[in-house]
């Protein structure tokens, strides 16, 4: 199976701040790479997907990039809706796999 | 605009099997994929598996096989998952998703959830 890694773990930050979260496969993985939002008591929502492209309605200030077995998630200036957690998920082979997440609090 | 309603929350015995539901409106089964997630309290996401409904085609990963089945009913157009031989670690709340229209294991619509607490 591939391993997906986030760095950091959780991130404090504060609104207005730029927020970048890394997610490392364990294997190349193309850019079969996706991005979900997660609050608490709430599904996922889809925010990128195939690396870099925004999921429609997900503000611009999300935007994903890399390729291979490095990946990031950048959010240009937090918003207050955006505290949550951050999964990174693999497609590109069985079984997909999810990163543990990324906790990024208001500090 | 897709939607996805799951059934309601179980409580179970060790040993006992659970079927959830998923019920799709605003579109039909027959032009995606239902993909299954859960999470265990506190932790993260786990794909269980997949049904593609149009082409009766099915994925499970490893962990689950033997265990796990999913199913389909066009005519209701509701997508099942029954787990057997529940254990106190299947507690989790277990999530239906489509997959996009593109087919690539990106997951655009998500149910809202079914709790299942495994416990004597």
């Given at each position: 199976?591939?391993?997906?890694?986030?760095?950091?773990?959780?991130?404090?930050?504060?609104?207005?701040?730029?927020?970048?979260?890394?997610?490392?496969?364990?294997?190349?993985?193309?850019?079969?790479?996706?991005?979900?939002?997660?609050?608490?008591?709430?599904a996922p929502k889809l925010l990128i997907y195939a690396a870099s492209s925004l999921q429609r309605g997900v503000p611009s200030r999300f935007s994903g990039s890399g390729s291979g077995t490095?990946?990031?998630?950048?959010?240009?200036?937090?918003?207050?809706?955006?505290?949550a957690t951050y999964f990174c998920q693999q497609s590109y082979s069985n079984p997909i796999t999810f990163g543990q997440g990324?906790?990024?609090?208001?500090? | 605009?897709?939607?996805?309603?799951?059934?309601?929350?179980?409580?179970?015995?060790?040993?006992?099997?659970?079927?959830?539901?998923?019920?799709?409106?605003?579109?039909?089964?027959?032009?995606?994929?239902?993909?299954?997630?859960?999470?265990?309290?506190?932790?993260?996401?786990?794909?269980?598996?997949?049904?593609?409904?149009?082409?009766?085609?099915?994925?499970?990963?490893?962990?689950?096989?033997?265990?796990?089945?999913?199913?389909?009913?066009?005519?209701?157009?509701?997508?099942?998952?029954?787990?057997?031989?529940?254990?106190?670690?299947?507690?989790?709340?277990?999530?239906?998703?489509?997959?996009?229209?593109?087919?690539?294991?990106?997951?655009?619509?998500?149910?809202?959830?079914?709790?299942?607490?495994?416990?004597?």
């Amino acid at each position: 199976d591939i391993q997906m890694t986030h760095s950091p773990s959780s991130l404090s930050a504060s609104v207005g701040d730029r927020v970048t979260i890394t997610c490392r496969a364990s294997q190349f993985i193309g850019t079969y790479l996706n991005w979900y939002q997660q609050k608490p008591g709430k599904a996922p929502k889809l925010l990128i997907y195939a690396a870099s492209s925004l999921q429609r309605g997900v503000p611009s200030r999300f935007s994903g990039s890399g390729s291979g077995t490095d990946f990031t998630l950048t959010i240009s200036s937090l918003q207050p809706e955006d505290f949550a957690t951050y999964f990174c998920q693999q497609s590109y082979s069985n079984p997909i796999t999810f990163g543990q997440g990324t906790r990024l609090e208001i500090k | 605009q897709v939607q996805l309603v799951q059934s309601g929350a179980e409580v179970k015995e060790p040993g006992s099997s659970v079927k959830l539901s998923c019920k799709a409106s605003g579109d039909t089964l027959n032009t995606y994929t239902i993909t299954w997630v859960r999470q265990a309290p506190g932790q993260g996401l786990e794909w269980m598996g997949r049904i593609i409904p149009m082409l009766g085609i099915k994925n499970y990963t490893q962990k689950f096989q033997g265990r796990v089945s999913l199913t389909a009913d066009k005519s209701t157009n509701t997508a099942y998952l029954e787990l057997s031989s529940l254990r106190s670690d299947d507690t989790a709340v277990y999530y239906c998703a489509r997959d996009t229209p593109a087919g690539s294991d990106a997951f655009d619509f998500w149910g809202q959830g079914t709790m299942v607490t495994v416990s004597s």
